[in-house]
């Protein structure tokens, strides 16, 4: 069992950036796929960005170019870092962990909020 915990959310005016943190209470080595999901109102989760143990990236497109995920596995932190905020970029932020790439994730952490004001 491992928990996850994320900060760094808060309130960015558009244009502005934020960078998300999600501490795991263990190892997140056994962990191939390391991921950001988000949840706007009324919208299902979709997933943001994942990265696997060797370094391996995924984005989705809405996102390519002004976020990047990156993990630490001493610390067993992962991160996002978000730039160019956008008004459509506001949800819920979740920090997932899955032991296969392609895999659903096994854990979830709380979810923090991220708020873009246009």
């Known amino acids: 069992q491992v928990q996850l915990v994320e900060s760094g959310g808060g309130l960015v005016e558009a244009g502005g950036s934020l960078r998300l943190s999600c501490a795991a209470s263990g190892s997140i080595l056994r962990f191939n796929n390391m991921g950001w999901h988000r949840q706007a109102p009324g919208k299902q989760r979709e997933l943001v960005a994942k990265?696997?143990?060797?370094?391996?990236?995924f984005y989705r497109d809405s996102v390519k170019g002004r976020f990047t995920i990156s993990r630490d596995n001493a610390k067993n932190t992962v991160y996002l870092q978000m730039n160019s905020l956008k008004p459509e970029d506001q949800a819920v932020y979740y920090c997932a962990a899955a032991n296969r790439w392609d895999s659903s994730p096994d854990y979830w952490g709380q979810g923090t909020q991220v708020t873009v004001s246009s």
């Open positions: 990265i696997s143990l060797g370094g391996s990236t």
